[in-house]
């Protein structure tokens, strides 16, 4: 690879390395917010403990806890709504404190690299705040993780007043990520406004994909978590379980055997009869406009002015990734 290509390649390697990093940074940050502190600590404020818990390195998790009387239902929707709503507020705070950085960056009183780490962790505050709308937007419709109990406690009519707002929420997060991306590769000097969108959108890609794959190879070299898949598994599958299981005793009870295809075929008619509406496509659809929306808007936008790549910030944002991952591990460790 010549100079000119390298210098060329440059410029992508490095937001492709800060996309990674920020996406890493919001998900096990989220993760630990969301799952001790959040559901573990509203649990033990209402005179819970902590008893088992299960951390993924690179995927999600989940806690559980105990208190003899049991739970209230209030205080059991309160614990569930705790890990969500404890992302929130963090990502508010990175998103302020981003804010202030990049105010000061503009007017020349921040110092190198302030202005680089304010746009990361702004990234890391919006990837936070989506993950979080994301989660209890398809939990609280599908019947699954933290937005079960609300899917249980509202009717389909009353349960548009949640899933409208989040919905919302992220849709403009996503237009909001967007524009955090393009003013980064602004500050990177990734091109004009056509590259900076096509590179901008592959380093997104390369991210994902990266984050993703870390993912899938924990979950081939860790035993199968039965726990956290109960946890995720939504309500269509529950309900086609017992169902089937009840007609399978009723033909074992008339002494029948029924057959495989038989089989099939009802769990086919059940979910299609009882297959909730399609949300998740129309979301993530309305999400991918909202961000190209964004992408076009904000591609123009020009530098701040403020140096771009500081070698400095980024160690400090993969040290803290290290800790991170150091701190999941040792709690899994203690559990």
């Known amino acids: 690879m010549g100079a000119g290509s390298l210098s060329r390649f440059r410029p992508w390697a490095r937001i492709s390395l800060l996309f990674t990093l920020a996406g890493l940074l919001a998900s096990r940050m ?6 001790f502190v959040g559901h573990g600590g509203s649990a033990w404020l209402f005179g819970g403990t902590v008893t088992h818990w299960r951390l993924f390195l690179f995927g999600g998790g989940w806690i559980q806890y105990e208190r003899a009387p049991w739970y209230s239902l209030a205080e059991q929707q309160v614990i569930a709504l705790a890990g969500v709503s404890l992302q929130a ?28 780490q304010a746009r990361l962790f702004g990234i890391v505050a ?4 989506a993950h979080g709308c994301l989660y209890i937007l398809f939990g609280t419709h599908y019947g699954f993780g933290d937005g079960r109990l609300l899917h249980e406690a509202l009717s389909a009519p009353a349960r548009l007043l949640v899933l409208g707002p989040l919905a919302l929420a992220l849709t403009y997060s996503s ?32 991210a994902a994909s990266l984050h993703y794959g870390l993912f899938w190879v924990e979950a081939q070299t860790v035993d199968p978590d039965q726990t956290y898949a109960a946890i995720m598994e939504q309500e269509l599958s529950r309900k086609l379980a017992a169902h089937m299981a009840r007609l399978a005793r009723l033909q074992e009870e ?17 979910i299609r009869s009882h297959k909730p509406f399609p949300l998740r496509p129309m ?34 944002a993969a040290l803290r990734l290290f800790l991170l991952l150091c701190a999941i591990a040792t709690i899994n460790a203690l559990g």
Not at 288 to 308: E, T, Y
Request: a positive charge.
């Open 175 to 206: 237009y909001g990520l967007a524009r955090e991306a393009m003013l980064l590769a602004a500050d990177l000097e990734l091109g004009y406004r056509a590259q900076r969108i096509v590179r901008a959108g592959l380093a997104i890609v390369v």
């Open 254 to 270: 008339q002494g029948q055997v029924w057959e495989a295809q038989q089989q099939e075929l009802e769990r086919a008619s059940y």
């Open 30 to 35: 989220g993760l630990l917010v969301h799952e």
């Open 126 to 129: 919006r990837l936070l705040w």
């Open 283 to 316: 979301v993530y659809l309305a999400c991918a406009l909202a961000a190209i929306l964004g992408a076009l808007r904000f591609a123009s936008a020009p530098a701040s002015g403020s140096p771009g790549w500081n070698r400095q910030t980024a160690w400090a």
């Open 89 to 116: 507020l963090v990502a508010a705070l990175l998103w302020w404190r981003s804010r202030r950085v990049l105010r000061r960056a503009s007017s020349g009183a921040a110092t190198p690299g302030a202005a680089l």
